[in-house]
């Protein structure tokens, strides 16, 4: 390997090397190779499998990740496929503290699982997708709305501009136009104070010593989510697709 190499030049003499020795061959979509910056070709799998015959593209389970059951549970995708989900069992808490009827207890559970799940940004939307089919429409609303709602002030519950935000986009930024849309009908709509309080238990200064489990909200997730007897991703519905992305997240095709 040479220094004159870019880094994704050498990842990718890496993963080749991997397929070679490890009999699967890693092809990672367009959508994580921009996010590197990286518009050259994909991965060159017929030329891996030229010089190692065993080696296959992934079509199954990718061995690098934990495996999944069957039929795959929300709390298996906690589990198995979230990231670290402190932020949201710490909302979730957040919320029950503050009397919250349980299905927005399950919202504020459920609010940023694209960020730790799936896709960034336009998480709130992403994230309502991904849930849509299985629980209150309520839920979905809020969850969509809190990522636009998060950008406004409302002094009625006492809600402020975050300071991290300040920190985090700089005091000049102003939110995209299609958020600023959305927001004028938001703030009309009859559900607004439901995507306003996820903003409001939407927390990120923790006591870090407040530890809280998932196990905490089985019996939210059980009374408010309508967990499909297939599995999440094998039940046909209209996102279930989705899931299936963030089971195998390099399936081949
Ligand atoms: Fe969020
Ligand atoms: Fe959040």
Known sequence: MNDTQTLSQRADALEEKMSQELDYI????????????????????????AKNPNARVLMGDDPRLPA???KPTLIDFFKYRFGPAAHLLQSAKHAVNAGLPENMVLACLLHD???IGFIRGDHGYWGAQL?????????TWAIRAHQVLRFYPDESVGYEYPQSYIKAFGAD????????????RMKNHKWYMSGRMITVHDIYS?????????EEFT???????????????????PVAHMWRAMIRPAKYL
């Open 173 to 184: 930024y102003r939110p995209d136009e299609y958020v600023e849309e959305d927001y004028k």
């Open 206 to 214: 923790f006591d870090p010593d407040a530890k809280v489990e998932l």
């Open 219 to 237: 019996d939210v997730i059980g009374r408010n989510f309508r967990q499909p007897e297939q599995g999440l991703g094998f039940d046909n519905s």
């Open 68 to 70: 999944m059951p069957e």
């Open 113 to 115: 699982i694209s960020t």
């Open 131 to 139: 849930v849509e089919p299985y629980v209150d429409e309520e839920v």
């Open 26 to 49: 890693v092809v990672k979509s367009r959508l994580y190779m921009m996010a590197e910056a990286d518009m050259g070709p994909a991965v060159n799998a017929n030329a891996i499998m």
